[in-house]
């Protein structure tokens, strides 16, 4: 049985994925790099540094490490601007819903986050009592996609990876999730992924796709 789902937080719970994009375009203009919306896809889930060498990808210019720093606070200055306006409407009440019936069939449930602003936005938005457990960026030394943010929730929660499900929508977090042997399920932009086990076209179809999903197989009844 399935014991405990773990949450990534931008992109699943709440749509900050569209304030990490402004955030990094208006960094992105500045340096006269070019930086569309497919290229931010590519960033869901990686770390702030792993995103800014995958945008200079696009630049002619070397940067130092002190300079690279410099970049990721100023655009992480845009996005605390952006995300400092979030509050408890900005989570939709599918999401609301579906974690008061995960809560009421006792599973426990936990937040794996490689954003260092989880818990800040955890709070704006009032999610924060609905988690037995918050793991993120401040907390892990490696980033999605390697497993540690997810074991480190597994643990808090109690739990061994493969009874508890991992919620993604970065094809980063499913690779992280299946990586720590965890069952990975995949929404949005990791529908796509070939690694998840199962797929979640609807939030709400979480509860029902969590009974039906048989551990031994790994795969949904
Ligand atoms: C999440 C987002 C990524 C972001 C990362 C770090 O995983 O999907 O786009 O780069 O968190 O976020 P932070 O808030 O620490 O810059
Ligand atoms: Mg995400």
Redesign the pocket.
């Known amino acids: 049985m399935i014991k405990a789902v773990i949450f990534?937080?931008?992109?699943v719970m709440v749509h900050?994925?569209r304030f990490?994009y402004r955030a990094w375009k208006q960094l992105a203009d500045e340096l006269a790099i070019p930086f569309d919306e497919a290229c931010n896809q590519r960033?869901?889930?990686?770390?702030?540094m792993?995103?800014l060498e995958h945008i200079l990808k696009n630049s002619n210019q070397s940067y130092s490490l002190k300079q690279k720093i410099q970049l990721t606070e100023k655009?992480?200055d845009t996005?605390k601007a952006l995300i400092a306006h979030m509050t408890p409407a900005d989570v939709e009440q599918e999401v609301l819903r579906t974690l008061e019936t995960l809560k009421n069939k006792g599973l426990r449930l936990g937040v794996g986050?490689?954003?260092?602003?989880?818990r800040f936005i955890l709070e704006r938005t009032s999610l924060s009592p609905y988690f037995d457990a918050v793991v993120d960026?401040t907390m892990i030394a490696k980033?999605?996609p390697d497993p540690e943010v997810f074991i480190k929730a597994a643990e808090l929660l109690g739990v061994v990876p493969n009874a508890a499900a991992v919620v993604e929508d970065?094809p980063a977090?499913i690779a992280a999730a299946k990586a720590g042997g965890f069952i990975a399920f995949a929404v949005g932009d990791a529908i796509s992924s070939a690694l998840s086990d199962a797929v979640l076209y609807h939030f709400s179809d979480l509860p029902i796709c969590l009974s039906n999903f048989n551990i031994s197989s790994n795969k949904l009844q």
């Open positions: 990534d937080l931008d992109g900050t994925d990490h960033l869901r889930g990686i770390s702030r792993d995103s655009k992480n996005y986050s490689s954003s260092k602003n989880a960026g980033a999605k970065a977090g």
